[in-house]
């Protein structure tokens, strides 16, 4: 497994630090710079080319939504750093705009996962190789809610096209959908399908169509504002 050159931005001390202690055991991690802000994190960046940021979401100078917002300007200006964004907070508006102008190379985690170094350490991996991820609480936080909003592009599918959106949602192939509802590999494609042209996601769009379907899920399945986390 080679090497993944990382930039830590985080303001609390003792969390960089406590980031800094378990990750310093992988010898396929190398943390070459650390910030504390977003002027110091863009700084970092630009200093030292990483394969990817690994950010807090709320920094100085606003502690509002900094670490999307250097995101964004990565996709600018350095489209080959990949992102992994930490948050305490399942909170689906941020994951949407994190992925707003693309999902490769991004990645939205709880500062829990910290406590998983190896999922962590993981993540960092998938998203250096300009994959995506989620956290898999913030898909089962909405879905516990079991709301959606009026006039929602749900509404568009039938109940089995639904079961079978939750599922990708929740991070299933479509093997295990088919074993999990008893029918046909073809059969799960066939509601695929039907799923991504009723919710408009063209064969085109910058986020890759199963991630895009599943932030549609989050985003009208969900209240407005922030979820409370499975502890």
């Known amino acids: 497994m080679s090497q993944i050159r990382v930039v830590l931005a985080e303001d609390g001390d ?40 690994l950010t807090d979401i ?29 948050t305490q907070y399942a909170d689906v508006e941020y994951a949407l705009d994190l992925v707003r102008e693309g999902s490769d190379g991004r990645g939205y985690l709880l500062k829990e996962r910290v406590a998983d170094v190896d999922e962590l350490v993981a993540a960092l991996h998938t998203v250096a190789a300009g994959g ?24 568009r599918l039938t109940p089995r096209e639904l079961e079978v959106l939750s599922m990708v949602a929740r991070g299933m192939t479509n093997a295990a959908i088919a074993a999990e509802l008893v029918i046909t590999d073809r ?27 599943t932030l549609v899920f989050l985003s009208e399945a969900g209240v407005g504002g922030g979820v409370t986390p499975r502890r």
């Open 58 to 86: 709320r920094m100085p100078p606003d502690f509002t939504d900094e670490g999307v917002r250097a995101a964004g300007e990565l996709r600018r200006t350095h489209p080959d750093v990949g992102v992994v964004a930490l």
């Open 14 to 53: 003792l969390l960089r630090a406590g980031v800094l202690a378990l990750l310093d055991s992988y010898e396929d991690i190398d943390v070459v710079a650390t910030a504390t802000n977003l002027p110091e994190l863009l700084a970092a960046v630009d200093e030292h080319r990483p394969d990817v940021l």
């Open 132 to 155: 995506s991820v989620i956290d898999q609480i913030v898909v089962d936080a909405l879905m516990e809610t079991g709301t959606r909003r009026h006039d929602s592009l749900l509404d």
């Open 187 to 213: 059969a799960v494609e066939k509601h695929i399908n039907s799923i991504l042209t009723k919710l408009d996601l063209p064969a085109d769009a910058p986020v890759h169509r199963r991630v895009a379907a």
